[in-house]
């Protein structure tokens, strides 16, 4: 049971926005940056978002991050058919010595 | 390009111990951490822990500590895990990634290792 809080599934058709969320606590959102992974059946993730609001070049422009308290968001707009993919949030949690920790994933389905 | 290259398929015994090596290329090795995750058939992924080559200093998540090893050979640029008294649970694909550039784990992974597969089976 991981300490971020995914939900396990979100879905939209094409062209829609998406937002997954990534809910934990002061301890880890609250007070480190979040970063967001995309990862296919059988591949290696990719990471899609950096330091909360960033985008690495490549990633195109209808993926953005944000966070409010101790929750972050992953947004997806205009979705299209091939963003259909498992999404993982991590962050440092200051707890204990500190370690990095995922949160559980959110499979998107798009319709 | 930048690149990291993960020995191949395991299968151990429970109670053994397994190494896996993650050879880095095309950057500096000793100015990037390495850090490695696992995820579990159908499951998510994992932290198992984080080395600077450069310090050789490490981090291990608290599932893990006392039973992970993490190493760095900075004469072939290559990173190696070591997990010991290992679980059934433990059968998992071990990816090692990038981290940044600091003395601590960020969780910003710009580049991944192929996964090795480690199975536990008697």
């Known amino acids: 049971q991981s300490v971020l809080t995914q939900p396990p599934s979100a879905s939209g058709t094409p062209g829609q926005r998406v937002t997954i969320s990534c809910s934990g606590s002061s301890s880890n959102i609250g007070s480190n940056i979040v970063n967001w992974y995309q990862q296919f059946p059988g591949t290696a993730p990719k990471l899609l978002i950096y330091s909360t609001n960033q985008r690495p070049s490549g990633v195109p422009g209808r993926f953005s991050g944000s966070k409010s308290g101790t929750s972050a968001s992953l947004a997806i707009s205009g979705l299209q058919s091939e963003d259909e993919a498992d999404y993982y949030c991590v962050t440092w949690d200051n707890s204990l010595n500190g370690f990095l920790v995922f949160g559980a994933g959110t499979k998107l389905t798009v319709l | 390009q930048v690149q990291l290259v993960q020995s191949g398929v395991e299968v151990k015994k429970p109670g053994a111990s397994v190494k896996v090596s993650c050879k880095a290329s095309g950057y500096t090795f000793s100015s990037y951490g390495i850090d490695w995750v696992r995820q579990a058939p159908g499951q998510g992924l994992e932290w198992v822990g984080w080395?600077?080559?450069?310090?050789?200093?490490?981090r291990q998540a608290p599932n893990f500590q006392g039973r992970v090893t993490m190493t760095t050979d900075t004469v072939t640029n290559t990173v190696y895990m070591e997990l010991g008294n290992l679980r059934y649970d433990d059968t998992a694909v071990y990816y090692c990634?990038?981290?940044?550039?600091?003395?601590?784990?960020?969780?910003?992974?710009?580049?991944w290792g192929q996964g090795t597969l480690v199975t536990v089976a008697s």
């Open positions: 080395i600077s080559p450069n310090s050789g200093n490490t």
């Open positions: 990634a990038r981290d940044g550039v600091g003395q601590w784990p960020t969780g910003k992974f710009d580049c």
